[in-house]
């Protein structure tokens, strides 16, 4: 086990310093890093926060709530009076994708709707119908879905006219927090590819899918890369940030591939959040792209390859709140596989990839009179690894030289006995990356790479590496068909209803 000090006091902290801002599902989190990439002790501050949620797929929050939360950290974490003018630069990574319609003066129109607001379901039916939906992902590297904005758009112009007919522009989470703070909406090549209307080739919006939502080029931000940062906004009341400068918005998914330790395209990043993904860094656009993937365009001549999860954190933090879960779950989670477990398709708010079917909800199967609630939370462990064991398939054959499976997050981090799980399922080593924070430091290092090109960074921090066992390859060889057959019979006929 390799553990090495990410952490650093003020004083011994390398120059340049950058602050390192994450909106996640649960929070608003940053810090000071110093140019090796280290968080400075003291500097570090969260805000929790949760999504507004209803039964008939409301996913939102309120983006002046957020802009609020984002300036307490940054008072809370430039406050000191030693850090004089060594802070060089902050960025900031928000979860992808989210959506806000804004007046000509940037005044928010609709609440932020989260990559789970999934209202616009059919709006992507229609458009299924009226587009060529291989094409669109093989242009744009997404496919049809309700987390992006083409059907979010086209539903908004169904069920609120008027907001469509009064909106300037149409902003994410971050572009509208950066607004707020230095007067732009500065979007990172990768934020605006994750509304699903940027060509990952080249760079510009989609002409057909623009039509398709009744929007104009002029009403989105253009992608800027990470090395196009806006010049300092001046001292203000945070004396500390007077020499920085602020950068593109970026997605939380870039931020947590590069904060895993990839930087080509050998690592495949598990991210282990309230929501998870699969992902690996690709010089170029994988061609052809699988269908069940996306390829992202993230900065001139890369573009990240993966699937999404929704319900990673959220299906742990559902089982202990909802089962009543004893303290034991380490045991639970460690004891041998037994085909007396339940059967879990945990799908409490829809599946992502690879079969983009939103309307999907949880399944389970196989629960008797004798079935626990130790039983049930062993069930939903396996079946969030099965959920990225079918990522990984369709994946297989678009990144051929990936060397190792590097996980990282709060469920590696709070239950790390369940990496033996995904390697057992995946049938592939997987590696703990037990770093605290690692999309806030991917963002940091990021802008580091900027700022400072020439600075060593700090190793990596990692535990251990789970090596799948083979007498249980049968087991869950047996278990992942199974998965695939009730998913084919209960979940696959949605596919017509996103």
């Known amino acids: 086990m390799t553990r090495s000090g990410d952490t650093v006091k003020l004083d011994a902290a390398l120059d340049p310093l950058v602050v390192a801002l994450d909106i996640g599902s649960t929070a608003t989190r940053g810090g000071v890093h110093d140019a090796s990439g280290r968080r400075v002790r003291g500097l570090q501050h969260k805000v929790p926060h949760a999504f507004t949620v209803a039964a008939d797929g409301t996913s939102v929050i309120d983006p002046d709530q957020v802009t609020a939360e984002v300036e307490q950290v940054l008072d809370a974490v430039t406050g000191k009076r030693r850090l004089g003018t060594r802070i060089a630069g902050v960025a900031m990574d928000t979860f992808a994708a989210s959506l806000i319609a804004v007046d000509a003066a940037g005044r928010a129109l609709t609440p932020c709707l989260t990559y789970a607001d999934a209202r616009s379901a059919e709006a992507v039916a229609a458009?299924?119908?009226?587009?060529?939906?291989?094409?669109?992902?093989?242009?744009?590297?997404?496919?049809?879905?309700?987390?992006?904005?083409?059907?979010?758009?086209?539903?908004?112009?169904?069920?609120?006219?008027?907001?469509?007919?009064?909106?300037?522009?149409?902003?994410?989470?971050?572009?509208?927090?950066?607004?707020?703070?230095?007067?732009?909406?500065?979007?990172?090549?990768?934020?605006?590819?994750?509304?699903?209307?940027?060509?990952?080739?080249?760079?510009?919006?989609?002409?057909?899918?623009?039509?398709?939502?009744?929007?104009?080029?002029?009403?989105?931000?253009?992608?800027?890369?990470?090395?196009?940062?806006?010049?300092?906004?001046?001292?203000?009341?945070?004396?500390?940030?007077?020499?920085?400068?602020?950068?593109?918005?970026?997605?939380?998914?870039?931020?947590?591939?590069?904060?895993?330790?990839?930087?080509?395209?050998?690592?495949?990043?598990?991210?282990?959040?309230?929501?998870?993904?699969?992902?690996?860094?690709?010089?170029?656009?994988?061609?052809?792209?699988?269908?069940?993937?996306?390829?992202?365009?993230?900065?001139?001549?890369?573009?990240?390859?993966?699937?999404?999860?929704?319900?990673?954190?959220?299906?742990?933090?559902?089982?202990?709140?909802?089962?009543?879960?004893?303290?034991?779950?380490?045991?639970?989670?460690?004891?041998?596989?037994?085909?007396?477990?339940?059967?879990?398709?945990?799908?409490?708010?829809?599946?992502?990839?690879?079969?983009?079917?939103?309307?999907?909800?949880?399944?389970?199967?196989?629960?008797?009179?004798?079935?626990?609630?130790d039983a049930l939370w062993r069930g939903i462990a396996e079946g969030v690894a099965m959920t990225y064991a079918r990522v990984a398939d369709e994946l297989q054959p678009a990144a051929t030289g990936i060397v190792q499976v590097a996980a990282a997050g709060r469920v590696s981090n709070d239950h790390p006995e369940w990496l033996q799980i995904l390697a057992d399922v995946l049938g592939r080593p997987v590696t703990h990356i037990n770093r605290r924070r690692a999309t806030q430091c991917g963002t940091a290092l990021l802008a580091l790479d900027v700022l400072a090109p020439g600075v060593t960074r700090a190793p990596q921090s990692t535990g251990d590496t789970y090596e799948p066992r083979p007498a249980h390859a049968g087991h869950y060889a047996d278990r992942r068909a199974r998965f695939a057959e009730v998913y084919a019979a209960l979940v696959r006929p949605q596919s017509a209803r996103p």
């Open 127 to 373: 458009l299924r119908k009226e587009l060529d939906e291989h094409a669109v992902q093989q242009r744009t590297g997404a496919r049809l879905h309700t987390s992006y904005h083409a059907p979010r758009v086209r539903w908004l112009a169904t069920v609120q006219p008027q907001v469509v007919a009064e909106a300037a522009g149409w902003w994410s989470l971050g572009e509208y927090v950066w607004h707020r703070l230095v007067g732009r909406p500065h979007a990172g090549t990768s934020t605006v590819a994750w509304t699903g209307l940027l060509d990952r080739r080249t760079g510009e919006f989609d002409a057909e899918l623009l039509a398709a939502a009744g929007l104009a080029p002029e009403q989105l931000s253009p992608p800027r890369d990470t090395t196009d940062p806006l010049p300092p906004a001046g001292s203000g009341r945070r004396p500390a940030l007077a020499r920085a400068v602020w950068f593109p918005v970026i997605t939380d998914g870039y931020a947590s591939t590069i904060g895993s330790g990839a930087s080509d395209a050998t690592v495949l990043t598990a991210a282990t959040a309230t929501s998870g993904a699969l992902r690996v860094l690709l010089d170029g656009p994988a061609d052809p792209l699988p269908f069940g993937l996306w390829n992202y365009r993230v900065e001139a001549g890369r573009t990240l390859l993966g699937g999404a999860i929704n319900d990673v954190g959220r299906a742990v933090s559902w089982a202990q709140g909802t089962l009543q879960l004893g303290p034991a779950l380490a045991e639970v989670l460690t004891a041998p596989p037994s085909d007396a477990t339940p059967l879990v398709l945990p799908y409490l708010t829809g599946e992502r990839a690879p079969g983009w079917v939103g309307g999907a909800r949880a399944v389970f199967t196989g629960v008797s009179a004798a079935t626990d609630a």
